[in-house]
């Protein structure tokens, strides 16, 4: 089936605005992870949510990040008030089972904050 | 804290062999993969070692010392195709919780 989709994949802001960044899992799995990758760094755990349990948010940088996932699918990444250091991008993973190790990447959303 | 140290950058001369190496400092341990991204691309899985040893994939291998808490990615017969960032994470459990990721080496391979 299709892989981990993620929209819009470019966006540009202007500092004080909110965004929405939406990611579309592969069907059926369970876990979904958003990362953010600054320019040249590694991937930075922002978020993560496994079936229906209380989703660990210990990675979200500030009270400005928030996210959520409808119905155990779509996952939707809000920022509020942005800042010129959340320009990034944003990627989303799933993965289907725990006995499974490999996580799948989204195409990433490139956040440009002006 | 946790702490992936590897190599930023790596420059290679096609068909030859090289290894990029990562050591780890995590709170918990369960196991080591290594991913793959090209300029504007997304993550893509190349290889996971949960016990001590060699996996090979292809061209790939993977290492892991689990009492060195040291691992690498050899590649073989580069290809210029193999210009990508190169990044090692560890899974620290058996759950799915989310992979802490290493600042990524930058692999060029040239004529």
């Known amino acids: 089936g299709a892989g981990v989709s993620q929209s819009p994949s470019n966006k540009v802001t202007e500092k004080g605005k909110d965004v929405e960044l939406r990611c579309d899992p592969i069907?059926?799995?369970?876990?979904l992870y958003w990362y953010r990758q600054s320019l040249g760094q590694g991937l930075e755990f922002l978020i993560y949510f496994q079936g229906n349990s209380a989703p660990d948010k210990s990675g979200l940088p500030s009270d400005r990040f928030s996210a959520e996932r409808t119905g155990g699918s779509v996952s939707t990444l809000t920022i509020q008030r942005t800042q010129q250091e959340d320009s990034a991008v944003y990627l989303c993973?799933?993965?289907?089972?725990?006995?499974?190790?490999?996580?799948?990447f989204g195409p990433g959303t490139r956040l440009t904050v002006t | 804290g946790q702490s992936l140290e590897q190599p930023s950058e790596v420059t290679a001369v096609e068909g030859a062999i090289v290894q990029i190496n990562c050591t780890y400092q995590?709170?918990?341990?369960?196991?080591l993969s290594w991913y793959q991204q090209h300029d504007g691309g997304a993550p893509t899985f190349l290889s996971y070692?949960?016990?001590?040893g060699l996996e090979e994939t292809g061209r790939f291998s993977s290492f892991l010392s689990r009492s060195d808490s040291y691992g690498y990615l050899l590649l073989q017969e580069l290809q210029m195709k193999d210009s990508a960032s190169y990044f090692c994470a560890v899974r620290r459990n058996s759950g799915n919780t989310p992979l802490v990721f290493g600042k990524g080496t930058r692999l060029s391979v040239i004529a």
């Open positions: 069907s059926g799995h369970t876990a």
């Open positions: 995590t709170s918990g341990f369960y196991g």
């Open positions: 070692n949960g016990l001590d």
């Open positions: 993973a799933s993965r289907g089972t725990i006995i499974s190790y490999e996580q799948y």
